[in-house]
């Protein structure tokens, strides 16, 4: 395999931009038109997914180590799609038809080759991957809607009964699909500890337009189904650690810090916990009853409402970083920020600036553009 | 500029980037000259337009190739068709895919209308809420102006405890005015906030009724279809 080579000729069909994927899927569905059923009807989103994905293949195709790591992490991620080692062929041949047709005379058998070669690599770790993962969960859990609550304008809380039970970490987030938006996959942090009963909370907040959010949140959702993937997401309690911990949550920031606050409650000797919990208005604290109820029931815990945009609030008002550097040194605590990005960071960046070490301060970025 | 048959060939054309690279001389003092931002948005049009071509260019050049190999194989006694299994799935590559973003369009179309009406009602409903909100302290300020001065008149009529009857019966009607009056007050309060619940609601349920009844989606596909979609782009959960 001619690594110089490929870079090349892959240099040159990206030029052709947008009409590179549209014509390889085009070319996929008309081979084999089962596949379209598992994708979303706009296919913007994907073609980009699919360009992104190339790119980075390519350009790591000497750092196999790299390269291998992302592999795996795709097969694995694929199997939530119905992706099956038999589907890998066709997706090859569309893929090389369509090198070939943007390459016009520049397409040698020598290139073919390399091609060829190149994505039988792929899929084999990507299909390995999936085959490893196979032995330990299935591809994707079926959940029912058992309940919704409208907790504010655009927050609604919704618990999700599993088949088969899923097993997660406290702060870790599943990719959600509504079966009224079918192939759009988005992810929410699921907002409790482990239960008994093995129910699932989601905080989901309406974002305006946003394909899957509207439609987890329309009236009629009670009783419909989901479907969700495997737990991801690096953000979970470090129970090794003897120091307090401080929680900062913006709006549905809140979710995952949820589930590590009842697993906090669990701890034989919890440590003392500040949560502070923003929104711009007070209408946005959704979940603040519930909250305070904790905090009567565990002397251990201080809970903070903070509103950024209304100066009458009665309570602490101003963005989320400002209230919580004013309310104390917090150089010993563990730090968990979840919420929008802007104040993910800027709390983040705040709190070290103040001597917070960087290895205590633990982050969920909720990216949001798009729900 | 001539016409050649070989209008394909690598002879020196304009390009799309030399396009953005040309720059116009100065203008002379007191006198007027083309202002440079519409030049410029100008150019950027011509930029977009010339690279549309040069694409559409670069696919009409291969299917002039297709069709002069096609006619050197009749030529040369090869049993060629002009259109034969390969071209019809090159055509049909192109329908789907034209197809595929008018489909895109529309449902970014859709989308945004969503948004904005999403936004609209958003907008609608801070207002609502601020003028009640505003509303409400008027009432109570215009409550707690009279209370005080009822206060004030009751206090500078007689500093001194009430000394007899007829005076305890005075202070007594005072008393049982305020009452009435923070009573009404509140009555008050409360009827009007219920009509704004009551109008957010309607507004609520009214935007529900308005939905178009959802279609039943299945999410039960058949088990050997393939979804080869890349990864979702995760919020990364950055460290």
Redesign the interface.
Known sequence: MDVARLKESFARIAM?GD?VP??F??????K?P??R???P????A?RG??V??LVQIVANVDRLDELTAFLR??GR??RK????A??YG??GASLLATFQHFS?DAWTPELAADWTSAYELVASVMIDAAREDEKRSPAYW?GTIVSVERKA??VTVLTVQTEPRLEYLPGQSV?V?S??R??L???YSIANAPRLDGLLDFHVK?I????VS?ALT???ALGE?V?LGPP????RLDTSSRRDVLLVAGSTGLAPLKAILEQIACLHLPPQVHLFFGAREADGLYDLPALDKMAAQHPWLTVIPAVSADR?YGGETGTLADVVMRSGAWTGHDVYIAGPSEMVHETAARLAGAGTPPDQI???????RDR | MTTSDAWYDQEERMTPDSLLAVTFPLTRWGRNGYEEEPVRAFLNDVHGELVRLV?ER?SLW?EVQRLRRRILGRENGHDAVLFGKDDA?AH???M??NA??T??RY??DA??????V??EA?NR?DEILAQA?QHAEMLLEEARTQARQAAVEAMSRDALPPQNAQERRAVEGELAYLRTFTDVYRQHLRIYTDSIQRMLSDWDNKE?TM?PP??????D???????????????????
Request: proline share 5%.
């Open positions: 052709h009409e549209l014509h899927y085009a070319d996929l569905f008309l084999h089962e596949t059923n598992m994708f009807v706009s296919m913007e994907q997914h699919l992104n994905a992490d795709l991620d694929h799609f119905g992706a099956l038999g589907h066709a997706v016009g079926t304008f655009d990719a699909q079966a009224h079918p192939g996959w988005r992810y309406l305006d337009g946003g394909a509207m329309a009236g009629s189904r479907r991801v997401g690096a953000l009458f633990h982050l969920e970025d909720f990216g949001w | 694409n670069a291969q799935h049909a590559v192109q789907l895919s595929q973003l489909a895109d449902v970014a989308q945004a209308y969503s948004g904005r999403t936004e958003r409903r909100q529900r939905l959802r279609p039943v989606a299945d999410l596909v058949p088990s050997n279809a393939w979804t080869p979609q890349i990864a979702q782009s995760r919020p990364d959960p950055a460290e």
